[in-house]
Each structure stands twice: as structure tokens, then as C-alpha cells.
């Protein structure tokens, strides 16, 4: 009689491999991809066809309106961003990666061309007030949760290209930006960046149970079913969910103004990054790993400093660009926030250039001074493409991106779970290119049906 499988992921050690040892892309490439990413969206928003307010039909009486979703109008949405941005996702992160300095530029050219059209007045003749500050940042976390779901599915097939999974040491892979992205982009609308009070201790506990909860969970889940895990990326037992938690309890403890949270990230990041190249770095990148807890779990500690220094300048720009006196939602202030956004990602930009070259390359897995400045230079780069769609005809978001608003989190940890039973029942090494394109294309509709689902029947999952 055949014994049981000793595993149930037989080719765990081999899954490891693939992700392991890599060196990422260039600098150059990164922003052309993350220039691209937000193109898309904008591009979608001008066609001006099935949007979010066309999914609702109105009955007006003498004193009011009452708006209902017709679930035709609202499956028609969603079915055209599902074609129009998530298909083109998949697309763009796999077997068209090769001509993405092609596509950046053709998607480009699509929106010069919607601006051009609304300033003569061609195109659609539709009219919206512009974007809250809400909304836009709504927008930019959406763009980065899809891209996210996506790629760490696409990672597991030969189809992904190697230079976008994680580097192991140094460099600059896409999927290096997942954990700082979310950091970032946390930060800008935080409590802190609003300038509202709380109490520490009890919103400390509050903000990091549930976070604690889900990394325990996590780490139990892949232990009980032997599932692959890069120690490189975090250490053997930590994982996401800690590192967010440790940011959110410094924060809640540390009670620091907006104004100044910057001078305070600044002063550690810049200590860390000393700490660093004084011999700490040669630490965290061996492969060698002492049996104490510390040791096992190295890159997701000392990277604590790194991410919580990021939080809190993050804090600071989010205060600057969002919530000081000059920002609000008219079209001159939205103009203005755009150009500032634009002139820190350029500062930005430029420091990681300097600090890459003169101090330290890039490490995700240290968390290091050029890695913060690139996070940040990446999202407000994203940011400032995001706030072009009010000067383009059409629309202000899109259907999925409303669905994805509603649950964002529950999202996350859905495409998590269908990874992992995909993995299971799927042989992502071997799958041969047509086969692993249609399981990331159904894994695609997935993503997007499920989540229009929760959003059409009013659903929010709450975790705390």
C-alpha cells in the first residue's frame, strides 16, 4: 500500500530556488513600469464609457432622489475594467514585459492625446468636480493592491520575468516596492498626517492585534502545509503583517506632529543607514543563521528602523501634500499638489541616485536609506500621474476601483489564499505559457468578480 506524501508541496525546495538569488532590473525600467501602471488607469477613465454612475438608475419624487445599482449596468462595468486594466495587467506583467518601454510610451501618447481633446473640446462631454484628496489616494492604493495581487501569483511561473520577483541582496526588482508601497501609502492619509489626536497606549493595541492576529496566522498556515517560503525576504518567522504591526505601535506610542514626523524619520533613517555600512549590512545579507530567535528573523527586525523611518516621512509629505492650509479639491489646488508631488518624487529620485552610487546600492532586505527614498519616489511619481485625470475627458474612477476601496485588506488576504491553493493545485514550474496565461487571466477575473460581488450587495469586511 502507497504511503502518504511526506509533503504536501513536493516541490517546495525547487519553488525556493526560483525566487531565490536575483538581481532585479534597472532603475530606468522601474519607472517606466510604475510611469505605466497609473497610465492605464487614466487611459480606461477617458474612454468615458460604463462608469461607476452608470451602474445607477434614479427615481426622483418631489422632495428627493433615491439611487439603486441595476446589477446588469454594474456586471457591464465591471466586465470592461476587467478587459480594459486587469487583462492588460496580466499582459504587461508577463509576456509583453519585453516591450514595456513600448507600451509606457503608446499609453502616453493615448493620454496627451485625451488632454488635448478635452482642452478643444473634443471628446466626451462629460463634467465631474474634480477629485477629493480621498479619492486620489484611494486611486494610487488601488493601483498598488491590484499590482500587488498580481504579482505574487505571477512570480510563481517562468512566464513573470525573473528581474521583477524580489532581489536577494541588492537591486531593484517591481515586487521589491509591495511592503513599502503599502507603508508609503498608509502614512499619507494616517492619523498622524491628519494631525489628529488619540490615545496612545489604547490605540496601540488596538491598530496592531488584528495585524498580529493575520502574521500568526500566516505563519502557522504556510508551517501546516509546508508551504515555500524565501527566509530572505523577512527571516524564518516574520513576516508582512508583523513588520506593519511594529510600524503601527511605534507610531501610536511615539506621539510626534506632522510637521516634524520627517526631522524625526530622517535622523533615524540616517543613523540606520550608518549602522549600516559600518559592518551591520554584512549582518543582515549573510545567509548564516544562529539558532537565537534574533538571528533567525534578522532582515525582519533591523528592517523595523528602515520601514518606520519611511511611515514618518511618509507622515509628514502625506500632512504637506494633502492636509496643510493650501491643499483642497479645486482644480488649482489639485494643480498645485500635482506639481508638488512631482517636484518631491524628482528630489527623491535624486537622492536615491546619489546615496545608490556614493553610499549603498538598493537592499529591500535591509530596508536602507536609498530603498526608503525610492518607495518614496516611486508612489508620489504614481501619485502625480493619478492626479492628471482631472484634466482629461471621461470619468474620475472606475468601477473596480470602488470595489476595491470597500475591502481592500480582505482583498489582499483573498489573493493570498487563491495563490496558495493555485500553487497546490497547479504545477507553476512546469506550466507551459498558454497554461499559466489562463490561470493568471481566470485568477484576474477572480479578483475582480469577487470584489465587485462585496461592493454590489454593500459588503464591507472589517477586521477591526
Known amino acids: 500500500m502507497d504511503s502518504f506524501p511526506k509533503s504536501l508541496n513536493p516541490n517546495k525546495r525547487l519553488k525556493e530556488e526560483f525566487v531565490s538569488n536575483l538581481t532585479g532590473t534597472s532603475m530606468l525600467e522601474i519607472a517606466v513600469v510604475t510611469t505605466l501602471i497609473p497610465l492605464l488607469f487614466l487611459v480606461r477613465r477617458s474612454l468615458g464609457f460604463m462608469r461607476p454612475s452608470d451602474v445607477v438608475t434614479l427615481k426622483k419624487d418631489d422632495n428627493a432622489k433615491v439611487g439603486a445599482k441595476s446589477w446588469q449596468a454594474y456586471m457591464a462595468a465591471l466586465s470592461v475594467d476587467f478587459l480594459f486594466i486587469m487583462v492588460p495587467f496580466v499582459l504587461f506583467l508577463t509576456v509583453l514585459a519585453d516591450w514595456m518601454y513600448i507600451w509606457t510610451t503608446l499609453l502616453t501618447l493615448l493620454v496627451v492625446f485625451s488632454f488635448a481633446a478635452k482642452r478643444f473640446g473634443f471628446g466626451s462631454t462629460l463634467k465631474e468636480e474634480p477629485d477629493s484628496v480621498r479619492k486620489t489616494i484611494t486611486s494610487h492604493r488601488v493601483v498598488m493592491m491590484i499590482l500587488t495581487c498580481l504579482c505574487i501569483l505571477a512570480v510563481d511561473f517562468k512566464i513573470f520575468p525573473r528581474r521583477y520577483a524580489k532581489t536577494e541582496t541588492y537591486g531593484t526588482g517591481l515586487m521589491d516596492f509591495g511592503v513599502g508601497s503599502f507603508v508609503v501609502i498608509n502614512s499619507f492619509v494616517s ?274
Open 191 to 464: 492619523r498622524q498626517a491628519r494631525n489628529l489626536s488619540w490615545e496612545k497606549w489604547k490605540t496601540a493595541i488596538k491598530a496592531t492585534t488584528p495585524l498580529i492576529i493575520l502574521g500568526f496566522a500566516r505563519l502557522l498556515s504556510t508551517a501546516g502545509v509546508d508551504y515555500q517560503v524565501h527566509a530572505a525576504e523577512y527571516g524564518v518567522h516574520w513576516n508582512f503583517f508583523f513588520t506593519m504591526a511594529a510600524i503601527s505601535f511605534l507610531t501610536s506610542i511615539i506621539n510626534m506632529p506632522a510637521q516634524y514626523s520627517g526631522i524625526l524619520g530622517a535622523l533615524i533613517l540616517v543613523g540606520y543607514e550608518g549602522w549600516l555600512v559600518q559592518g551591520l549590512n554584512m549582518y543582515l545579507l549573510s545567509n548564516e543563521r544562529g539558532s537565537d530567535i534574533i538571528s533567525q528573523n534578522k532582515e525582519g527586525l533591523f528592517s523595523i528602523f528602515g520601514y518606520w523611518s519611511m511611515y514618518l516621512i511618509g507622515v509628514q509629505v502625506g500632512n504637506f501634500l494633502f492636509f496643510s492650509n493650501h491643499s483642497s479639491a479645486t482644480s488649482s489646488s489639485k494643480k498645485s499638489t500635482r506639481n508638488r508631488a512631482t517636484i518631491l518624487s524628482l528630489l527623491f529620485w535624486l537622492v536615491t541616485l546619489v546615496v545608490d552610487s556614493h553610499v549603498e546600492r538598493v537592499s529591500r532586505r535591509s530596508c536602507n536609506l536609498p530603498y526608503v527614498t525610492l518607495v518614496l519616489a516611486t508612489n508620489l511619481q504614481g501619485l502625480a500621474i493619478v492626479l492628471v485625470s482631472d484634466s482629461l475627458p471621461g470619468t474620475k474612477t472606475s468601477t473596480i476601483e470602488e470595489a476595491y476601496n470597500r475591502n481592500l485588506l480582505a482583498i489582499f488576504l483573498l489573493a493570498n489564499l487563491l495563490t496558495g491553493l493555485i500553487n497546490f493545485l497547479v504545477d507553476t514550474l512546469f506550466a507551459s505559457t498558454v497554461k499559466a496565461l489562463s490561470v493568471m487571466i481566470a485568477y484576474a477575473f477572480m479578483l475582480t468578480f469577487i470584489p465587485g460581488l462585496l461592493d454590489f450587495c454593500g459588503i464591507r469586511v472589517k477586521f477591526w
